[in-house]
């Protein structure tokens, strides 16, 4: 009887792990928060070796955590109802692995107005991701953060007004993406950072007017992504990236007129202009010369010309030029000799067959498949040999 409960009382006291004891300061192992009553188990650590789970649907505070000065694993931070700041973790200087402040899957922090909290955090080892938390109109308790190891997203933040609080901020090791953060006006936060080992996106961001704060980064590691927002006018915030290691991507920005902040850039892996409603020129493509894989210009309604590609010699996947409905010529693919997977120009309502088919013509070899249709027919005299 006494040796069951010797182990019942030891199993009410484990977390995750053998022992809640600290030792020399270190939890050993990983921790999960579900209670406030939680917080005293570890309030005498200094450091945890493994995760810390704060999943706490009655909790309002951290107090208690303040000797804490370091995670070697992730820090989750999700599911809190009522949590309404991050004071108790006020020592933390650093996070080993991932940093998660909210997320869709495993519920946000609902009313967390800012992370003042984490203002010794100056460091984190893997991704950042700051997600659905419905009441978050600041980041300025992130000011003395400044690397971070993977991926930095901030995404359906629905009161996030700018994000200045990452001012110190000078590079992303992985993707950063900045994703339906619905008042977000500015990225004027992000200006001191020079360049993304990974992916850059922007998306969905409707009060978005300009990307500025992005002045900064002359290097996008993987593809660039602007898509969807509503507001964004211009690109000239991206005017000193000169290398995109893989795709460029303009989609769905209603207010875009033209691409002149893209001017910087030399060669990217594949490029798509697509369902741009107001853009009427490519000029600020110039520099492009190569183009590695695909090539689509498609849905832009008031697109008339192509002049911005005039640079470009080869297409190493499809080329696609489809549903422009103001474009009236391809002259700006002059100088395109090669492309390898399929040759399309369709749908374009006011450009003449025989544009496209003499642009096929001077290819110096036939791509893998060709479809030049339901563009204006005309009677060309003479008619391209490649015309169908």
């Given at each position: ?6 182990v ?16 020399l300061?270190?939890?050993s192992?990983?921790?999960?928060i ?8 570890i ?13 706490c649907l ?23 109802s ?9 020592g ?7 940093l998660?402040?909210g ?23 893997g991704?950042f ?8 109109i ?5 000011s ?9 997203e901030?995404?359906?933040?629905y ?21 339906a953060?619905h008042?977000?006006?500015n ?15 922007i998306?969905s961001?409707p ?8 002045s900064?980064?002359i290097?996008v590691?993987?593809?660039l992504w602007i898509e969807?927002?509503a507001a964004?006018?211009?690109?000239d ?21 033209n691409?002149?902040g893209?001017s ?16 009427t ?8 010369t ?5 090539l689509?210009?498609?849905y832009?309604?008031?697109?008339t ?18 549903d ?9 693919l002059?100088?395109l ?14 450009l003449?067959d025989c ?8 290819l110096?070899s036939e791509?893998?498949?060709i479809?030049v249709d ?5 009677a060309c ?8």
């Amino acid at each position: 009887m006494m040796a069951l409960a010797t182990v019942l009382v030891c199993g009410g006291c484990s977390k995750d792990t053998d022992s809640n004891e600290c030792n020399l300061g270190e939890y050993s192992g990983d921790f999960t928060i579900s209670t406030q009553s939680d917080i005293a188990a570890i309030a005498e650590c200094t450091s945890i070796s493994g995760n810390l789970h704060i999943k706490c649907l009655s909790c309002t505070d951290l107090d208690g955590l303040d000797g804490l000065t370091s995670v070697g694993g992730t820090l989750e931070i999700r599911n809190n109802s009522v949590l309404i700041n991050l004071d108790g973790l006020s020592g933390i200087t650093s996070v080993g692995e991932d940093l998660l402040i909210g997320s869709y899957y495993n519920g946000g922090n609902h009313v967390l107005a800012n992370l003042d909290g984490l203002s010794a955090l100056t460091s984190v080892g893997g991704n950042f991701s700051i997600s659905h938390n419905d009441t978050l109109i600041s980041l300025d308790g992130l000011s003395a953060l400044t690397s971070v190891g993977g991926d930095l997203e901030i995404f359906y933040n629905y009161t996030l007004t700018n994000l200045d609080g990452l001012s110190s901020l000078t590079s992303v090791s992985g993707v950063l993406q900045i994703d339906a953060n619905h008042a977000l006006t500015n990225l004027d936060g992000l200006s001191n950072i020079t360049s993304v080992g990974d992916g850059l996106c922007i998306s969905s961001n409707p009060t978005l007017t300009n990307l500025n704060g992005l002045s900064g980064i002359i290097l996008v590691g993987g593809s660039l992504w602007i898509e969807a927002n509503a507001a964004m006018t211009n690109l000239d915030g991206l005017s000193n990236i000169t290398s995109v290691g893989e795709s460029l991507g303009i989609f769905n920005n209603a207010a875009i007129t033209n691409l002149d902040g893209l001017s910087g850039l030399t060669s990217v892996d594949g490029l798509m202009i697509e369902n741009n409603s107001a853009l009427t020129s490519l000029d600020g493509l110039s520099g492009i010369t190569s183009v590695g894989e695909d090539l689509w210009i498609r849905y832009n309604a008031v697109l008339t010309d192509l002049d911005g590609l005039n640079n470009i010699t080869s297409v190493g996947g499809d080329l696609e030029i489809e549903d422009n409905y103001t474009l009236a010529n391809v002259d700006g693919l002059s100088g395109l000799t090669s492309v390898v997977d399929e040759f399309m120009i369709s749908d374009n309502d006011v450009l003449p067959d025989c544009e496209a088919c003499d642009l096929l013509d001077q290819l110096t070899s036939e791509p893998t498949s060709i479809d030049v249709d339901s563009n204006l027919s005309d009677a060309c005299t003479p008619v391209p040999a490649s015309c169908p």
